[in-house]
């Protein structure tokens, strides 16, 4: 039996169209550390800033972070998709300093939606990762619910 993450989303974790049990969410990507995200950002000046309440130019994470992604996307060639980040279930090896950079989820719109094997690929060889994306547990919905399909 596989554990997490997945190689490869099995038939029965995939959500139903319409109003079921459904299961948990779990999302297509990559672990990289804040460090590089960090680095990426400061290299390439994509580091987004705004004033505070006090006056003081103070560092926007979260903008930051989808700067870097649009970023590595146009550097990497991939059209189909922006990859995202997306907070996951702690798996075993995991470190609070790592993030998944997300392709998809397994409640994103099929086969609208999908991103290609050839952007995955250029994405892959972008990151210089050995092997393709895994399937990670979603740290929000991680469990079978009584959800939309649409999440």
């Known amino acids: 039996m596989d554990t997490l993450p997945l190689k490869k989303l099995p038939h029965g974790l995939l959500p139903k169209r319409n109003r079921y049990y459904q299961p948990p969410k779990l999302y297509l990507g990559y672990i ?3 460090d590089w995200v960090n680095s990426v950002a400061k290299e390439h000046n994509l580091v987004a800033r705004a004033m505070s309440d006090e006056g003081e ?5 979260s903008q930051t972070r989808e700067n870097v992604f649009k970023f590595i996307a146009k550097k990497a060639g991939v059209t189909s998709f922006v990859p995202a980040f997306s907070a996951i279930y702690p798996f075993p090896g995991m470190t609070p300093d790592d993030w998944l950079l997300t392709v998809m989820s397994s409640y994103d719109d099929r ?3 999908n991103p290609t ?5 250029k994405l892959q060889l972008y990151l210089k990762k ?4 895994k399937w990670y547990l979603s740290a929000l919905h991680w469990k079978w619910a009584a ?5």
């Open 57 to 61: 130019l103070c560092e926007v994470r």
């Open 130 to 133: 050995a092997e393709p994306p």
């Open 32 to 34: 990289v550390t804040n």
């Open 117 to 121: 094997d050839a952007d995955i690929h």
């Open 111 to 113: 086969p609208v939606g």
């Open 147 to 151: 959800r939309p399909y649409r999440n």
